[in-house]
């Protein structure tokens, strides 16, 4: 399997058991997503070829898959919101009569999918309005009716809450129990040592080991995948604070309960945890300029700014990376280059209206040789790199700016670990030259592995705003969950 | 005319053929033309071919830009009609040239404005917007006529339609500098980039400091004036305002820039696609009435043109 001007997948093999959990890992473009697309039938490979049972297959379709008893649950779940949960269940085999769907024998047999993973949700819900991790066991309810026997997940709890995900390994423990075969791909060290019998992991496209588990640590997993030794993947460095940090007071809008404020200085990094929900995007997009606020304002170095839209914003030198790439930060059918530039040409065109060409592609080409993204040219299309390369296009997209303030809204979701530690690095470097790094996260190792301070947001509101000394993972989650939960427990 | 920005070809004949894959069907059709239709290759025939391909081909420019920001805009046929005859109304009453087209373009301008308001502003779907307009529009220019057509009694205005210089029409003339204006736009300005940007991803582009709502108005306003300058360069040619003239010009003018591989989901086009476009499509026709092809079948030869050209473009993306 080859995409354009990079071979993503060369001469891979392994075997995955029945009734066995079986873990994929790999930094982003190791080829992890390009195995599954094959499973599933979307990419058919150049060479090699799958053995399902003893019996050789190649699939060009995805309906051959399905066929072959394989489900691949993807990140981005393939479900028509729009439609109830049973027709999402039973879509493309609906129980009918000449054409006529069989509203009853659709909603009993939906029922049964939906008890069977233990999930008590009216079939007649329209699907769109269950939250993200109910629908993700709907997508697990649905490869069941299709018989499915080898289930891949891929990223099955990026955006899960710790609840969500200790529900959906029950699941998934319950599926081994019952005899399938399960391929689990997530960058979580944690999840995988939890929940996996055996490993694979991928480099570069290349096959570099398959074991037991058992055999291996953290450690020896995270040195095979990036083919080197991580110390600490951090790399956390005390640094000195400056004056002219951003300051939020009584800032109000919409997804925030409260009024919120708090002051992050120049040279800090200042990280916000909570769960999925808490309103820490909100409060991102609120003094970004994205959302209308209703009250409250923002200064940077004492100087109030008027901010009512992202060009204010970046011109005041605060720029957004947002928490959903793909829809909100690249623009897919455009290159590498452009949108690097995506910003910073408004000020860089010649009168404010010619584009300076070589300025454009001498600032795509540092941001790309600075920020190590793999990509065969700038010319290249941004669709066609991995998560982490887009991630970094964006990040070079603000590098391109005078930058004060960078808020980073899950700056690292669906990346892998050597690309992480890339991120931090940078995250490190514009510290240090002086700007305020905002970074929302809901890894806990990650947000206390970073910060200077960290603001804990619960339903809405600031919570608490510790000190990196003061803090640890047990205390962010309990201020993280809500009230009620909390005194459950 | 703006080449597609390429710089550095590296794999020459794959990204020639990425690049250029419509430019390679005109040229054959061209030479098949040439080769196998009687009286095709010839000055008059030529010159008629460019005449009859000038309207579609200026208000191309500007459908390029509504395409390549992710929108669309079916008013301009109505605007090409209500645009001519109120030129012709004006220019009766008033006795002067210079008013008719200013009310004209002042119309165009209007109706665009409008359309990219609704659109931008009220975040209502391009087509039910310009669906709307594109009837009352129709509507107006038949109240304004009173449903027939209005002859124009200033002479001298018929010279921007009829005259020529060095023995090309003007309007192809205009349709020439319309090109390289507006490939120049899409390719080397900032409001180009941004409105590839637009229609790429709207919401990136807003949080990148583009101000995406100002840019859809804009190019739905030049579009509205583009189409409005189209009809009264058409109501000079005919030396009258038709309310009539124009029915199914908007879809004409998207065929074309389709078929020369704009695409309808925005963030990718560029001007050759479009001369490429509106050149096959003139060719084809030409070519039609040159064999003698009955009027009822060449609507079904373009449709099926236009099906085949979306499907060379898939099968091609699909390769690459």
Not at chain 1, 280 to 292: K, N, Q, T, V, W
Not at chain 1, 371 to 393: A, F, M
């Amino acid at each position: 399997m080859e995409f354009p001007g990079v071979k993503a997948l060369d001469d891979v093999s392994f075997d995955v058991h029945a009734g066995s959990i079986h873990a994929l890992m790999g930094e982003n473009g190791a080829g992890k997503s390009t195995l599954l697309k094959i499973l599933s039938g979307a990419y058919t490979p150049s060479g090699g070829a799958l053995v399902v049972g003893g019996e050789r297959r190649v699939f060009t379709d995805t309906a051959h898959a399905l066929a072959a008893g394989i489900a691949v649950i993807y990140q981005e779940l393939h479900l028509v919101p729009e439609m109830s949960v049973a027709e999402n269940l039973f879509l493309g085999h609906l129980p009918q009569k000449f054409g006529i769907v069989n509203r009853r024998a659709l909603a009993d047999a939906a029922r049964r999918q939906l008890e069977l993973i233990g999930e008590d949700i009216d079939p007649w819900t329209k699907l769109g309005q269950l939250p993200l991790a109910q629908r993700q066991m709907v997508e697990i309810a649905k490869a069941l009716t299709r018989g499915a026997r080898i289930i891949a997940f891929d990223e099955p709890t990026s955006s899960l809450s710790d609840r969500e995900v200790r529900r959906l390994f029950t699941i998934i423990r319950d599926l081994k129990a019952r005899g399938c075969a399960i391929l689990y791909v997530s960058h979580r060290m944690e999840e995988i040592f939890e929940l996996g019998d055996r490993i694979t992991i991928l480099r570069d496209g290349r096959h570099v080991e398959t074991n037991e588990l058992a055999n291996l640590t953290r450690d020896t997993v995270v040195q095979r995948m990036v083919g080197r030794q991580l110390a600490d993947i951090y790399n956390y460095t005390p640094r000195a604070h400056g004056d002219g940090g951003l300051v939020v007071e009584g800032l109000c809008g919409p997804g925030l309960a409260e009024p919120c404020s708090f002051a992050a200085r120049a040279g800090e990094i200042f990280g916000f945890f909570g769960l999925v929900g808490a309103g820490r995007s909100e409060l991102m997009r609120l003094i970004f300029g994205a959302a209308a606020k209703t009250a409250g304002r923002v200064t940077i170095g004492g100087r109030v700014l008027e901010i009512i839209s992202p060009r204010d914003a970046i011109e005041a030198g605060v720029v957004l990376c947002p928490e959903d790439r793909k829809k909100d930060g690249i623009v897919p059918v455009r290159s590498v280059l452009e949108n690097t530039n995506l910003s910073a040409r408004r000020r860089k065109a010649r009168a404010g209206v010619l584009i300076d060409e070589t300025w454009e592609q001498a600032n795509a080409q540092q941001r790309v040789e600075q920020l190590r993204v793999k990509t065969p040219t700038v010319r290249q299309l941004i669709r066609n790199l991995s998560g982490g390369n887009q991630q970094k296009v964006i990040l070079g997209r603000w590098l391109s700016e005078t930058v004060k303030v960078i808020l980073l809204d899950e700056p690292t979701r669906g990346i892998d670990v050597g690309a992480k530690s890339e991120i931090y690095g940078i995250m490190q470097d514009l510290a240090k030259s002086g700007v305020c790094v905002i970074v929302v996260s809901s890894e806990l190792p990650e947000v206390l592995g970073v910060s200077d301070r960290i603001a804990v947001m619960r339903q809405g509101k600031i919570a608490a705003i510790l000190d990196r000394a003061d803090a640890n993972e047990e205390k962010l989650l309990k201020l993280a969950l809500p009230l009620e939960t909390a005194r459950a427990s | 005319m703006a080449s597609p920005s390429s710089p550095a070809p590296r794999q020459p004949l794959a990204d020639f053929f990425d690049k250029a894959g419509m430019l390679v069907v005109l040229a054959i059709l061209f030479l098949g033309c040439s080769l196998f239709v009687e009286n095709f290759f010839s000055w008059a025939n030529m010159r008629g071919l460019a005449l009859a391909v000038s309207m579609t081909g200026m208000v191309a420019c500007t459908m390029l830009f509504c395409l390549a920001a992710g929108d669309f805009d079916l008013s301009i046929g109505s605007v090409v009609a209500c645009a001519g005859v109120l030129a012709a109304v004006v220019m009766n009453k008033s006795e002067s040239i210079t008013l008719g087209v200013l009310a004209a373009l002042g119309l165009g301008a209007l109706v665009g404005f409008i359309n990219g308001f609704v659109v931008a502003k009220l975040r209502i779907n391009a087509l039910i917007t310009t669906l709307a307009t594109m009837q009352i529009v129709r509507g107006l220019g038949f109240i304004i006529s009173g449903g027939t057509a209005v002859g124009i009694g200033l002479e001298d205005f018929f010279s921007l339609g009829n005259s020529a210089f060095l023995g090309v029409p003007t309007p192809v003339w205009i349709t020439a500098a319309c090109f390289s204006v507006f490939g120049f736009l899409l390719n080397r300005t900032v409001f180009g980039r941004d409105t590839l940007a637009v229609g790429g991803n709207a919401e990136a582009a807003h949080l990148a400091g583009i101000a995406v709502d100002r840019v859809k108005i804009a190019i739905f306003t030049a579009q509205g004036v583009m189409a409005a300058f189209a009809g009264i360069v058409l109501s000079s040619r005919v030396t009258s305002g038709q309310p009539n003239t124009s029915q199914g010009f908007e879809l004409e003018v998207i065929s074309a820039c389709v078929l020369g591989g704009v695409s309808l989901t925005g963030g990718v086009g560029s001007m050759a696609f479009v001369i490429a476009g509106v050149l096959i499509m003139g060719i084809v026709q030409n070519a039609m009435n040159l064999l003698n092809v009955p009027t009822f079948y060449q609507y079904v030869a373009r449709g099926l043109i236009l099906l085949a050209a979306v499907l060379f473009d898939r099968w091609k993306r699909r390769k690459s």
